[in-house]
């Protein structure tokens, strides 16, 4: 089985000046999908001229932002520094979300640090009035960190906001229901959960415990990429908060597993990245996906024929789904 991993490309300096020259795009420059209309931008997310360039005069129905959690183009910085630039970038997208539309923001809660970036931010979110905050949902990791002395760490924290009156579709996870309890009176007679309810499953609320964490084994698994979410997750926000063929935003593409939601689940998606590494990732794991109906590279990478001289050998499809 081979095994050609990537390290963290934010930090191994010898290996991005290896790929930078096989990157399709500069810093500023757009890269347009003939097939769906997806649209993959080199831009800063706080930068407006990048954002509206990106946007191309449409609106989008939904946003699913997962920023650096205090980190702005590899620099470490304070919590006042990030809080300042996640006032741009949250301006910038509301101008790109319509009237009625949803938000979407992954945020880190460091438990050995005021638990910060998360307060501050959802302190500043209140400055924006067009955004009413909706739910805070935990998604729990199978690995984690801490010490003896402490709780393992094993939760990841997403913010939903809205913007005027966006839909909201519910779904099922596919827990089972096994569980009895939860008695309420309907005309007259008391019923429990089992009665009252649609599913034989459990339908899914703002704490999460069947998304697979990524990691090396799994198809979706994208080498290099530090902070990748799994393809589930990022399914089950799309799923809710949009329609087929709305427009979909992600200013911090990272591995471009919005972009693959978006395209098995038949909506558009304009995502960006302010690395011209992860731009072409994600524009190589969507001709990926389109080619052989692989999600990712397991323990292989994106740039295996330039670094190891390695062409592709799967099976292709014979149509897009």
Not at 102 to 118: H, I, K, N, T
Request: glycine fraction near 6%.
């Amino acid at each position: 089985m081979k095994n050609y991993t990537l390290p963290r490309l934010d930090e191994d300096k010898e290996t991005r000046q290896r790929l930078l020259p096989f990157c399709r795009l500069a810093p500023g420059e757009i890269w347009s999908d003939p097939l769906r209309g997806h649209r993959i931008g080199c831009a800063d997310a706080a930068k407006s001229d990048h954002i509206e360039k990106l946007m191309n005069g449409h609106k989008a129905s939904l946003a699913i932002h997962d920023p650096p959690y205090n980190l702005v183009a590899f620099e470490t910085r304070s919590v006042a520094e990030f809080i300042s630039w996640c006032k741009g970038w949250i301006g910038i997208t509301s101008s790109a979300l319509a009237d009625d539309s949803s938000l979407y923001v992954w945020l880190g809660a460091d438990q050995r640090e005021g638990f910060q970036p998360l307060p501050d931010f959802m302190l500043m979110m209140r400055e924006f009035e067009e955004f009413a905050s909706r739910s805070f949902i935990t998604m729990r990791n199978q690995r984690g960190y801490g010490t003896q002395k402490n709780w393992m760490a094993v939760r990841q924290e997403c913010l939903f906001y809205v913007k005027g009156n966006p839909d909201f579709t519910v779904q099922y996870t596919d827990i089972p229901k096994i569980l009895r309890g939860y008695y309420k009176e309907i005309n007259g007679q008391k019923m429990e959960n089992m009665e009252r309810s649609r599913s034989d499953n459990i339908r899914p609320g703002n704490v999460w415990v069947d998304v697979q964490q990524v990691f090396y084994r799994m198809e979706e698994n994208v080498n290099g990429c530090y902070a990748q979410k799994p393809l589930k997750s990022i399914e089950r926000l799309i799923v809710a908060s949009s329609k087929e063929k709305d427009t979909i935003i992600d200013f911090f593409g990272h591995s471009g597993t919005t972009l693959i939601a978006a395209e098995q689940l038949g909506r558009r998606c304009f995502i960006c990245d302010i690395d011209p590494i992860y731009c072409e990732i994600m524009i190589r794991r969507l001709e990926r996906l389109r080619a052989f109906g692989k999600l990712g590279w397991q323990n292989g990478n994106p740039f295996e024929k330039e670094l190891h001289g390695v062409e592709e050998i799967e099976q292709p499809i014979l149509e897009l789904w």
